[in-house]
């Protein structure tokens, strides 16, 4: 019996992520941020798309065991080798096991949205696709490949024009989906000042995950009408 789309999440070790915030964040709210970004990710599909059979690739025995808890199956790389690798083991895997489809998510999207993301699971898929959701510095921040193996992953800087290109090589079906939130995912400090511009534009009632993860990248609980969080990280002694 052919099981429909498999929800995969690659995680690297939170001591490891989020480098690119290396000059603006302190190594410990890098990864308080990186968890953080994972948890919410977990609980997003688990409470929000409960239908979706959900799939961690890390080779974090820390996220191994964080995952388990959000009721994820976890298939544990030998050690983190780039996230094409993690997507082609995770492609394996879910076709071994008759998934029709994979939908790849990174953990580090600011802001998941239930509508967009049962846009994408909705979308019509004839037959071998792909359906490609770039990110707003051209990489990709969701991709449905059905089957899960129909074309290499070519994951990287402008990544999602490198996905359109393999499946137009190939002859496979594909579409570009512009998500609006799906297209932001927390990388760089220029990510941090759309965050922090978000939520001092949205006032009182920003999403309050978006808050939360602005209050993880200041260094005191401050009120949207104060100054950017991060140059107050970036004065305190
Ligand atoms: N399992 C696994 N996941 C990875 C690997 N590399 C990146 N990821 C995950 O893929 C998603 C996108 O990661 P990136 O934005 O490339 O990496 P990052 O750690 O978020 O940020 P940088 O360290 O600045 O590159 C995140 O969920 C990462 O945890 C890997 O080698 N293995
Ligand atoms: O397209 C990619 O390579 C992944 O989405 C990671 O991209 P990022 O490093 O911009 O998050």
């Known amino acids: ?9 690659p995680v690297k070790d939170f001591g490891e992520a989020k480098s690119r915030l290396g000059q603006v964040l302190a190594p410990d709210r890098r990864s308080a941020l990186a968890r953080r970004l994972c ?17 961690v690739v890390t080779a974090s025995p820390v996220i191994d065991d964080l995952a388990r808890r959000y009721d994820a199956a976890v298939l544990r790389e030998p050690r983190p080798r780039g996230l094409s690798t993690a997507a082609t083991l995770a492609a394996e895997w879910s076709r071994r096991r008759g998934y029709a489809a994979q939908l790849l998510v990174p953990a580090d999207i600011a802001h998941l ?40 992953f070519c994951f990287g800087e ?7 290109q393999a499946a137009h090589q190939r002859g496979v079906p594909y579409r570009i989906l512009d998500l609006d939130h799906l297209r932001f995912d927390l990388d760089t400090p220029e990510d941090l000042d759309t965050l922090d511009t978000l ?3 949205h006032s009182g009632d920003a999403p309050q995950e978006l808050v939360k993860l602005w209050n993880l990248c200041s260094t005191r609980h401050l009120s949207p009408s104060s100054m950017t969080p991060w140059a107050a990280w970036l004065t305190t002694p």
Request: aromatic share 2%; hydrophobic share 40%.
């Open 199 to 201: 939520v001092r534009q």
């Open 113 to 152: 949205d239930e509508a967009e993301l049962r846009e994408l699971l909705g979308a019509p898929r004839p037959g071998p696709s792909v359906l490609i959701c770039p990110a707003s510095d051209g990489g990709t921040n969701a991709l449905l490949t059905s089957p899960p193996d129909v074309l290499p």
């Open 1 to 9: 019996m052919s099981l429909d789309t498999l929800i995969v999440i």
């Open 158 to 164: 402008r990544s999602s024009e490198a996905h359109r």
């Open 39 to 55: 948890e919410r990710t977990l609980a997003f599909f688990r409470e929000r798309l409960p239908e979706h059979d959900l799939l």
